[in-house]
């Protein structure tokens, strides 16, 4: 840990503010009182881990403890108590913590594995994993969502995560608000999978985009479109937040002493995982898609074709440079089909029944307005994870745009500078972070994972259709067998 909690003289120091164990028994034992038995854990944290994911609702983590002292039996640790935790980076601006006694918002401890002796250490010390969650997990387990909507998503969202009945959160909550009102019931299912159900009938006020996320960071739980984080007050760009570049020996500043923040820029690994994938892309309809819709009031069949290219100007999208659209694919015919693969409409062709009446005077959004986009910008946003280990920063988390200099593997010259890569360098969308902070030896690194829908610079452009020249032919294969046999001299009649 840092010997300075306000200065950091280091890449890669980290204060764990608060760690203690809140018991589900009263402290003293006092009748009445409300205030529970608290441990302090700090001093045996061998390391913690602490994950937040755009795609799962909640934050969670896990902490390697060395007990000299079997706190777990002796509290006891049961699965009804509580997790206060706080750290932070030292002197940096952001969240200083993700739960503590102030803002009254503890993790739930899940569960503990793997106990045993550690026999490095002596045989009165033992070692064990302590799992921790947010709460509203805990709440999401026990309740259940029988009910009927009819409005704004955002203020159903709002029901279900508020009520006492459901996710009874406490915590912040930031909504985007969404066009069309919906009237849905919900039958009977986890909040989670409930408000999974709203995302799906939710479209953006202000981006003509569908596919909302709702997700936990420091600052509370989103219900937003993915376009909202890319973007800011529907007129620009979202600021990155920080710079990310590969940096694999500390930088001395002019004094010689270390350069902090250049180490903070400093990655020690990277790589993109999956850059090109076509066939997975094509057949989940990144690029085109049919939709054949049934409306069953009106009993008319109804088909819409979906182009990204068409679409692709109406979003803002992580890149945007130029004249030129920096799409995900070069402007390009596809073989001899004379289209391009945004054409290609029955790559993905999916059947929904849609029923824009079915309550009275309620309109039900059609899914050509969310399924058809919701699976192309999800799946463009895939083309290309960035996976990076650097110096830990308390407070990024998901939700943050970051540059990251994605070098041109070439042969340099003597004395020539490390150019970039036109296509992958720039702006990336954090969308997981892993923060491990590790006792021996002290340091506190972050694992992240983020993407980018398309390339920082235009592919170039082709007008003309190339193909393979070799023509095929078909063949019986009896007449090929014939041929073999004749050609050795040995007559069929015999079934030779």
């Known amino acids: 840990m840092a010997t300075n909690i306000e200065n950091l003289t280091r ?52 902490i390697q403890v060395l007990d000299a002292n079997d706190i777990r039996t002796i509290l006891p640790i049961t699965g009804l108590d509580k ?15 993700v739960a503590g006694n ?12 793997n106990v045993a002796p550690d026999i490095k250490a002596g045989k009165n010390l033992q070692a064990y994993d302590i799992y921790f969650c947010s709460r509203e997990i805990m709440f999401n387990q026990i309740h259940k969502v029988s009910k009927a909507y009819d409005g704004p998503v955002e203020l159903a969202v709002e029901d279900i995560f508020t009520n006492k009945k459901y996710l009874n959160s406490r915590k912040q909550l930031y909504i985007e ?36 996320l709702f997700y936990e960071n420091n600052d509370g739980y989103h219900f937003r479109s993915i376009e909202s984080l890319l973007a800011m007050a529907g007129a620009g760009r979202r600021p990155a937040r920080w710079n990310y ?23 020690s690994s990277w790589s993109i995982t999956k850059p090109i994938d076509m066939v997975d892309s094509i057949s989940q309809g990144a690029y085109a898609s049919k939709l054949i ?43 001899d089909t004379f289209k391009k693969l945004s054409e290609e409409y029955d790559s993905k062709v999916m059947l929904k029944s849609h029923t824009s009446n079915i309550h009275n005077d309620k309109f039900n959004a059609s899914s050509k307005l969310t399924y058809q986009k919701a699976i192309s910008q999800r799946r463009l946003l895939f083309n290309g994870t960035l996976q990076f280990v650097a110096k830990g920063l308390s407070h990024l988390q998901i939700g943050d745009t970051i540059n990251f200099d994605v070098p041109l593997i070439t042969s340099k010259g003597h004395n020539k500078k490390q150019e970039l890569s036109p ?67 040995i007559s069929s009649k015999f079934g030779l």
């Open 293 to 335: 819709e049934h409306d069953m009031f009106y009993k008319k069949v109804t088909t819409s074709n979906y182009d990204y290219d068409k679409d692709w100007e109406n979003h803002f999208h992580m890149e945007i440079k130029g004249d030129n659209k920096n799409t995900p694919l070069p402007y390009a015919n596809f073989e």
């Open 11 to 62: 890449a890669g120091e980290y204060v764990i503010d608060n760690a203690e164990i809140l018991s589900y028994r009263i402290a003293g034992g006092a009748p009445g009182s409300q205030e529970p038995f608290r441990m302090n854990i700090t001093g045996i944290i061998g390391k913690l881990e602490f994950d937040q994911n755009l795609f799962q609702h909640s934050m969670y983590g896990k």
């Open 245 to 267: 570049r590969m940096q694999v020996a500390p930088i001395r500043g002019h004094h010689g002493g270390r350069d902090v923040e250049s180490d903070l820029e400093g990655v």
């Open 83 to 97: 997790l206060n935790l706080s750290f932070h980076t030292p002197g940096l601006e952001g969240p200083r913590g």
């Open 177 to 212: 608000p969404t066009h069309l009102p919906t009237k849905i019931v919900i039958p009977n299912t986890s909040p989670f999978r409930a408000i999974n159900m709203l995302q799906q009938r939710a479209i953006s006020k202000r981006y003509q985009n569908a596919g909302y």
């Open 423 to 489: 296509y992958w360098s720039g702006r990336y969308l954090i969308y997981e972070i892993k923060h491990v902070l590790n006792k021996s030896p002290e340091d506190y690194t972050i694992h992240v994972k983020a993407f980018k829908d398309n390339p920082a610079e235009a592919y170039p452009e082709e007008y003309n259709s190339w193909t393979h020249l070799a023509q095929g032919k078909t063949h019986n294969v009896y007449d090929l067998d014939d041929e073999v046999i004749g050609n050795a001299g």
């Open 102 to 113: 102030d803002d009254g918002h503890p993790f739930h401890i899940t569960r503990i594995e």
